[in-house]
């Protein structure tokens, strides 16, 4: 099947900072991708579909300068969380669509973020 | 708005018996697809099983089967003969039809498999 990979699998920062998250669908071209955020026991809540060559939309509630992401290839697309702080701490998941009709999505294998 | 509702927060099962994890989906939609991903603890998504609304005949993957009510607007996942490795968080989720569309998911059920 079609293989999602997530870099890096989890980060520690300081409040402040900023942290990129890459994510690549690595056999397959993916002109649409997403991210969700998933806080411990809960479910996954989508935060951005990132389209290919375009702005990406935003769920409500999800302040897009906070959580900038750029879709940059067929094959790539990055999450940034500016100005981390402690309350970002999560585990941030993307996953690609191969564009075919009913394909499902392929999920990344996450990325676990800490915030001091 | 679609929505999708899992009553069964947690579960349990005895090795090798069977288990019906529910799903409540509601949408005004007649084309769409629905799903069940299995979240294990190392967290990846896995897809489990895949049902295409329009197809009546409910889908089937070895262990895992479904029961599709389009009418009822339900759609359930049995596990049988039950592995140690099911215990996991299973997630129901919806999508368009439209491949570029998002999926939407449930809340989740937590399956634990007791030897």
């Known amino acids: 099947g079609a293989v999602v990979s997530q870099h890096p699998s989890r980060v520690i920062c300081k409040s402040g900072t900023s942290v990129k998250i890459e994510c690549r669908s690595l056999?397959?071209?993916?002109?649409?991708m997403f991210w969700y955020r998933q806080f411990p026991k809960q479910s996954l809540m989508l935060m951005a579909t990132?389209?290919?060559?375009?702005?990406?939309?935003?769920e409500q509630g999800v302040e897009k300068d906070k959580f900038l992401i750029n879709h940059a290839s067929l094959t790539l697309s990055t999450l940034t969380v500016t100005s981390a702080h402690p309350e970002d701490s999560s585990f941030y998941i993307c996953s690609a669509n191969p564009g075919l009709a009913g394909e499902t999505q392929y999920f990344g294998p996450g990325t676990r973020l800490l915030v001091l | 708005a679609q929505t999708v509702t899992q009553s069964q927060p947690e579960m349990s099962v005895q090795e090798a018996e069977t288990v019906t994890l529910s799903c409540t989906y509601d949408?005004?939609?007649?084309?769409?697809?629905l799903f069940w991903y299995k979240q294990p603890p190392s967290r990846q998504m896995i897809l489990v099983i895949r049902q295409e609304a329009y197809k009546q005949q409910n889908a089937t993957e070895n262990r895992f089967s479904v029961n599709f009510q389009k009418a009822a607007k339900s759609f359930s996942l049995k596990i049988s003969d039950s592995q140690l490795g099911d215990t996991a968080m299973y997630f129901c989720?919806?999508?368009?039809?439209?491949?570029?569309?998002?999926?939407?998911f449930g809340p989740g059920t937590s399956l634990s498999v007791i030897p």
């Open positions: 056999d397959f071209q993916a002109t649409t």
């Open positions: 949408t005004s939609e007649s084309n769409y697809y």
């Open positions: 989720a919806f999508m368009m039809k439209t491949s570029y569309d998002k999926v939407i």
């Open positions: 990132s389209n290919e060559g375009s702005k990406a939309t935003y």
